[in-house]
């Protein structure tokens, strides 16, 4: 079955910057450049929320509240994605979570069109 285990997480102070990368495995670099995949955080207390995503295509779509800030990118031949933060804010404090779709291209990024999930990696900005 698919894997998928994030890394980069971290505490940084306002202002600086983070790369979060997620690995999956489980799958053929075939199967994996078909995904949609995306990004998700939670912060304390709230609900996940899709943050950016990504399609088989290369099409990216962000939440507004990151827009300019965030950049998702995946290389299909190691079966990684990213996303690399900078400008963080203390508002971007959650734990951070990645996921693969089988579907190719995604309209949203909304956590039910999700197939396989990270188990998270925190992300503290102060």
């Known amino acids: 079955h698919v894997q998928m285990v994030e890394s980069g997480g971290g505490s940084v102070q306002a202002g600086e910057s983070l790369t979060l990368s997620c690995v999956a495995s489980?799958?053929?670099?075939?199967?994996?450049?078909?995904?949609?995949l995306g990004w998700f955080r939670r912060p304390v207390g709230k609900e996940r929320e899709g943050v950016a995503g990504?399609?088989?295509?290369?099409?990216?779509r962000y939440t507004d509240s990151v827009q300019g800030r965030f950049t998702i990118s995946k290389d299909n031949t190691a079966n990684t994605l990213y996303l690399k933060m900078i400008n963080l804010k203390p508002e971007d404090t959650a734990m951070y979570y990645c996921?693969?779709?089988?579907?190719?291209?995604?309209?949203?990024?909304?956590?039910?069109?999700?197939?396989?999930w990270g188990q998270g990696t925190q992300v503290t900005v102060s």
């Open positions: 489980g799958t053929t670099s075939t199967r994996y450049r078909r995904y949609s």
């Open positions: 996921a693969a779709s089988e579907h190719e291209w995604l309209a949203r990024i909304v956590e039910r069109d999700f197939n396989y």
């Open positions: 990504i399609d088989s295509d290369g099409a990216t």
